[in-house]
């Protein structure tokens, strides 16, 4: 790369119809201000494929779930990849980014996850619950998310779908990390209001949670969301891990908050994209796909 300011394509859908959510305005805010420091160009996720290879690098935000252009997807990946194109984030991410077995992997391994589980035989490790969530597999968004009763469950439990029980919890909460550093943290304090968000105080105890998960993806670079739930008990248990594209609801912050995040991820870009090349070696979302893991 040359001594020039870098060069970066800027991936989004600014016209994508999210509810409770306006990502257009928030990716006109971000990118009002990186052009400060960046040469920048947005674009749509169908063309960043044809257009990537004219920059030093391709941030990814708020692009929409994958799986209305899947296969354009999947050759974006592969061809940046295979070019050694930095991406923002890297395409190395082990959550929401390779799919939804994280989950299952997470909650195997004993951490503070939902209890989640995608067989029929593996049904009776689930706690007793009046209630289930039954998500695909390539879902996003909340596409194809059904909560059904107990008797309904065993038809369904096919491994094309994740099983898990309905918990009465009493706030949703978001932790939001540029790297590995915290930057801020947001909950709805009404479960049936879960786009109305509100700062939150994280506790040490809280930071230590969300580390341990944001520590585990071992990204390096970028943006992550540690979605969570405060159980009946008290406890917080993971809800997702959103490590591809995730919205930010910097509207729901104060200015100052609000700048903070932007010199955070302003001054990560930079030594992202001056930092060394990354080596294509191999695609981490073709490997898991072929042990069965695919993208949600």
């Known amino acids: 790369m040359s001594a020039a300011r870098p060069r970066v394509l800027y991936v989004t859908d600014l016209a994508y119809p999210a509810r409770g959510r306006r ?17 920048l160009a947005l674009c749509h996720p169908l063309d960043a494929a044809a257009l ?11 692009s929409g779930p994958v799986l209305g252009y899947q296969k354009e997807y999947d050759a974006f990946r592969a061809r940046a990849l295979g070019s050694g194109t930095r991406v923002y984030n890297p395409l190395s991410g082990k959550a929401d980014m390779a799919g ?28 007793t619950a009046e209630r289930y969530v039954v998500k695909p597999r390539l879902g996003a968004d909340s ?30 909460v978001s932790f939001y990390f540029v790297d590995d550093d915290f930057q801020y943290a947001l909950y709805a304090p009404d479960p049936e209001r879960r786009w109305e968000l509100k700062p939150y105080a994280a506790t040490a105890g809280d930071l230590e949670f969300a580390r341990r998960f944001v520590d585990w993806n071992g990204l390096g670079h970028g943006i992550q969301r ?5 159980a009946p008990d008290g406890e917080l248990l993971l809800v997702e891990l959103e490590d591809l594209n995730p919205y930010l609801s910097l509207d729901a912050l104060p200015e100052e908050a609000r700048d903070a995040f932007v010199t955070a991820l302003t001054a990560s870009l930079s030594r992202f ?13 073709r490997r898991a796909r072929r042990r069965g893991r695919m993208r949600g």
Request: charged share 30%.
């Open 52 to 62: 990537m290879d004219a920059y030093d690098a391709v941030v990814v935000r708020n």
């Open 143 to 172: 596409l194809g998310l059904r909560i059904l009763p107990a008797d309904r469950l065993a038809g369904l439990a096919d491994g094309s779908v994740l099983i898990q029980p309905c918990v009465d919890f009493a706030y949703e």
């Open 100 to 127: 939804k077995q994280y989950l299952l992997d997470l909650s195997a391994a004993g951490f503070p996850v939902i209890p989640t589980v995608d067989r029929a035989e593996d049904l009776h490790r689930l706690p």
């Open 273 to 285: 994209v001056r930092g060394p090349s990354p080596r294509p070696d191999g695609d981490p979302l």
């Open 23 to 39: 990502y257009g305005d928030e990716d006109v805010f971000l990118t009002s201000r990186l052009r400060e420091h960046f040469d």
């Open 226 to 230: 540690v979605d969570a739930c405060r």
